[in-house]
């Protein structure tokens, strides 16, 4: 990580960074935004180094977003700890940490969602009702609120990201939306803030996640092309570390479309898996 000298300004209220962001603009200056719901790690600080590298200016979002949590999710145990993420962002460049509280999102209780009924439902949607309904409209806010001309999502959310990028592209928001590659820990579990939840054994254990993902890859390599087969291929190994399966699917990378029971080419698996009361998901490209 490059060490900056600057500290990130924290700024708490949506009329000051729409404030800040408009004056930017009008100063001809890029600016990033790197949507956080916080507890970063090092997954998010490679986002705020793109971010850094390609714009004057770089703004993260640290919000836990109450509308994207279902009523029996994790939103009152997730991790909180501003200070210590606001030094991170400093430290990969960041110039504006932008920390709002929900009354300053929302001093109504939100009426207009941004909703995608072909796709909010599917994989993850399926068992998060109203998840994704409640991350586009936050991630709508955010642009109008920080007006970058460039946002940074982690792959790692695969289905949220191209729901965004479908959002971006379906209402003309002018933001290019860039995705940046998973970062993982040292036995392939991807890096999530949730991942915080684990215990020792279980994160260990987790690491079959990529493994079962990764034998996928290899069985279609080999020329399998039979969509249950290689969907086993990565239930066993996570079932074998004691993992318990919420779903596995192959959908079209372009599209999100299931594949059917053939797997040709430009396909990805997607897993939502628990190991302990953890939920962790992950995909990987075929
Ligand atoms: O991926 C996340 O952390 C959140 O879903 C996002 C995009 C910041 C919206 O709250």
Do not use: W
Not at 88 to 112: H, R, W
Not at 137 to 165: T, W
Not at 174 to 200: C, D, F, H, P, Q
Not at 227 to 234: F, G
């Amino acid at each position: 990580m490059r060490k900056h000298a600057e500290k990130s300004k924290i700024i708490r209220s949506s009329p000051a960074l729409q404030k800040i962001s408009k004056k930017m603009l009008a100063q001809g200056k890029s600016i990033g935004l790197v949507p956080t719901m916080g507890a970063l790690h090092k997954g998010h600080v490679s986002l705020i180094e793109k971010s850094v590298k390609s714009n004057d200016v770089t703004i993260v979002s640290i919000f836990v977003n109450p509308v994207q949590f279902g009523a029996n999710e994790d939103f009152a145990k997730y991790p909180r700890r501003l200070l210590a993420d606001a030094k991170l962002c400093g430290e990969a460049g960041a110039s504006i940490v932008f920390a709002p509280e929900p009354k300053d999102m929302y001093p109504l209780p939100l009426q207009t969602f941004v909703h995608n009924p072909a796709l909010e439902n599917l994989y993850c949607g399926a068992y998060r009702p109203g998840h994704f309904a409640g991350v586009l409209s936050v991630v709508a806010k955010l642009f109008n609120i920080a007006m970058p001309c460039k946002a940074y999502f982690g792959e790692k959310d695969f289905q949220q990201l191209h729901l965004i990028r479908r959002m971006a592209c379906d209402l003309n928001f002018s933001v290019k939306i860039i995705g940046a590659r998973t970062i993982r820990e040292k036995n392939g579990l991807a890096m999530s803030s949730r991942n915080e939840y684990l215990s020792t054994e279980e994160r260990a254990a987790a690491g079959s996640i990529y493994a079962g993902l990764l034998a996928a890859k290899k069985l279609h390599g080999q020329g399998e092309v039979s969509a249950a087969k290689l969907k086993s291929a990565v239930k066993e190994r996570i079932e074998r570390a004691s993992g318990k399966i919420q779903y596995v699917e192959i959908v079209n990378k372009n599209d999100l479309m299931p594949v059917g029971t053939k797997v040709l080419r430009n396909a990805v698996v997607l897993v939502a898996c628990y190991f302990g009361k953890t939920r962790l998901i992950d995909h990987v490209e075929l």
